[in-house]
């Protein structure tokens, strides 16, 4: 598959959302709403849950299934009180010493005049540095389609996980095409030059880890198993690192990103 390939099943309305993943994933998922600030945006789905018998903290964009709950989830994209409602589950996490892991499939933040005002910029920048302090392992999943600060806002974490069929860019390639060259309809030839897929990032190092999927036509008949282990693998072994180790690690891995070497 090209990238524009990979970004057409990134979209793809069967694919599992993230009340598919919550629901084979954990067990005992408790929501938890509202920013204590605003309000509360559908579009961020968090609470607690337990991952194979022990507590964690999960976060996910929610786009919702159907119409209806496409339109109250906003599709998927959160305005302010969506990611300050994830900072709070992510301190109440650090709190108590929860793990934190991130479900991210959005098209970006909801960019209307309403979410600026309201301090969306604000918010998704608070969110990344908040994340990249947070001691606590940090676990995120790309399921779908992660663009722009939206995604990154509850993606800054110590492993990225990709799905085979998900992609992970600084903004959408609508908008990518829309800058360069005043025509959003260019998608297929802006996703070409992107590196958007899993195995363009998991080649440059930022992805860590690549879930290959089977063929499957509806949510229920995906392979939650291997990204089970993967988790739990990815788990053990940050939980093996003190705070400080962890932190670095961190550090570092994002300090790479985007490195050139010239020979």
């Known amino acids: 598959m090209d990238a524009y390939e990979v970004l057409i099943a990134a979209r793809d309305k069967n694919r599992p959302k993230v009340t598919d993943f919550f629901d084979h994933l954990f067990t005992d998922f408790l ?11 559908p579009a961020i789905l968090g609470g607690i849950a337990f991952f194979e018998d022990r507590p964690v903290t ?3 964009h929610r786009k919702g299934k159907g119409l209806d709950e496409n339109i109250r989830c906003n599709f998927g994209m959160p305005g302010p ?9 992510m301190r109440d996490a650090e709190r108590f010493g929860r793990p934190v892991i991130t479900f991210i ?16 910029s604000a918010a998704i920048a608070e969110n990344l540095a908040l994340m990249s302090g947070l001691k606590v392992p940090i676990i995120c999943v790309v399921t ?14 110590d492993r990225l996980i990709m799905l085979e069929k998900a992609v992970y860019s600084v903004l959408s390639p609508e908008g990518m095409a829309s800058i360069l060259w005043k025509d959003s309809s260019k998608v297929e030839e802006a996703c070409g030059c992107m590196k958007m897929t899993a195995e363009d990032l998991y080649a440059q190092g930022i992805a860590d880890e690549i879930i290959k999927e089977k063929k499957f036509s509806d949510p229920d008949d995906f ?6 282990r993967s988790i739990a693998r990815n788990l053990r072994k940050l939980e093996k690192n003190d705070i400080d180790v962890l932190l670095k690690n961190r550090y570092e891995k994002y300090r790479t990103v985007g490195r050139c070497i010239y020979v």
Do not use: F, H, M
């Open 58 to 60: 999960v976060i996910g």
């Open 81 to 89: 009180q969506g990611y300050r409602k994830a900072a709070r589950l």
């Open 223 to 228: 392979d939650y198993d291997t990204l089970r």
């Open 105 to 120: 499939d959005t098209p970006g933040a909801y960019p209307g005049k309403q979410a600026e005002e309201n301090g969306q």
């Open 144 to 157: 779908g389609e992660g663009c722009s600060g939206g995604a990154l806002a509850i993606g800054v974490g």
């Open 31 to 41: 929501e938890l709403r509202g920013d204590r600030n605003s309000g509360e945006d």
